[in-house]
C-alpha cells in the first residue's frame, strides 16, 4: 500500500486490532459483572474448571483480563511492544476458545476463530511498526 496524504502502511489494520482488543476487554468486562451478579446454579461448564465454581474468581479473572485488553488497544497503535504482543495472544486465544463451542454455535465459532486471525495477521505483519513516529 503506497502512502497517501501521510497515511502508514498497514495502518487500517492496526486499528481494526486496537478496535478488536478494545471491544472484546469490553465483553470480558460484561463476563465479569455477569459473574458477580449471577444469582442462580453454577453452569456445568464452570464446575470443574481451572479456576474452580467459585463466580467470584471467574469474576476478578474476566475483570483483570478485559482493563489489560482496553489499555492495549490505545497504548498497540502508540508502538508499545508489550501491548503488540498482548493482541497477538488474545487473537489467539479469541481463535482457539471458539473451536470449543463450534458444536453449540457453529457459525458464530467461525466468525471468532476468523477475527482472532485477522488480529493475529494484523500485529504480526504490521505491529512491529511504529505508528506514533511515522506519517
Do not use: H, Q
Amino acid at each position: 500500500m503506497d502512502d497517501v496524504e501521510g497515511a502508514v502502511d498497514g495502518w487500517g489494520w492496526l486499528e481494526f486490532c486496537a478496535v478488536v482488543l478494545i471491544v472484546a476487554g469490553i465483553m470480558r468486562i460484561f463476563d465479569a459483572v455477569w459473574a458477580w451478579r449471577f444469582d442462580g446454579p453454577v453452569p456445568e461448564e464452570f464446575r470443574r474448571s481451572l479456576f474452580g465454581d467459585d463466580l467470584d474468581t471467574w469474576g476478578w479473572v474476566w475483570f483483570i483480563v478485559g482493563v489489560v485488553l482496553i489499555v492495549a488497544g490505545p497504548l498497540m497503535l502508540r508502538g508499545a511492544k508489550w501491548a503488540r504482543w498482548v493482541g497477538v495472544v488474545a487473537g489467539a486465544g479469541l481463535a482457539i476458545s471458539a473451536v470449543w463451542a463450534m458444536p453449540m454455535y457453529p457459525v458464530w465459532s467461525l466468525v471468532y476463530i476468523a477475527v482472532g486471525i485477522m488480529v493475529i495477521y494484523g500485529l504480526v505483519t504490521f505491529g512491529g511498526r511504529n505508528p506514533a513516529r511515522a506519517g
